[in-house]
Nanobody, 114 residues
Framework: VQVVESGGGLVHSGDSLSLSCEVS????????MSWYRQPAGQAREPVAS????????YYKDVVEGRFTISRDNSKNTAHLQMDSLKPEDTAVYYC????????WGQGTQVTVSS
């Protein structure tokens, strides 16, 4: 199973970024998907999750209303749209397939300057 995140970068406060997660080796259609993030020197934390069919979502309170998680099971991908970014959103963002095991990507760096 391979999980590959993309779309990170350096942006200014208030800007938007769209992260993508491409999965191969397993069909994600049966599994929930999650995004986590890890700020430098801090613990990894959950940011958003979406159920297998996309009917239900969960967001960390500090990103609720700014981030949107979505998925396209036909393309075996997931996405995280991040709007109104803040410096405190700076972190490495990870995509996770909540499958028979948890399958993690290598992460993509998001840096938000003030």
């Amino acid at each position: 199973v391979q999980v590959v995140e993309s779309g990170g970068g350096l942006v200014h406060s208030g800007d938007s970024l769209s992260l993508s997660c491409e999965v191969s080796g397993i069909s994600i259609s049966r599994y929930a998907m999650s995004w986590y993030r890890q700020p430098a020197g801090q613990a990894r934390e959950p940011v958003a999750s979406i159920t297998s069919a996309g009917r239900n979502t969960y967001y960390k309170d500090v990103v609720e209303g700014r981030f949107t998680i979505s998925r396209d099971n036909s393309k075996n991908t997931a996405h995280l749209q991040m709007d109104s970014l803040k410096p405190e959103d700076t972190a490495v963002y990870y995509c996770v397939v909540r499958g028979p095991s948890d399958y993690w990507g290598q992460g993509t760096q998001v840096t938000v300057s003030s």
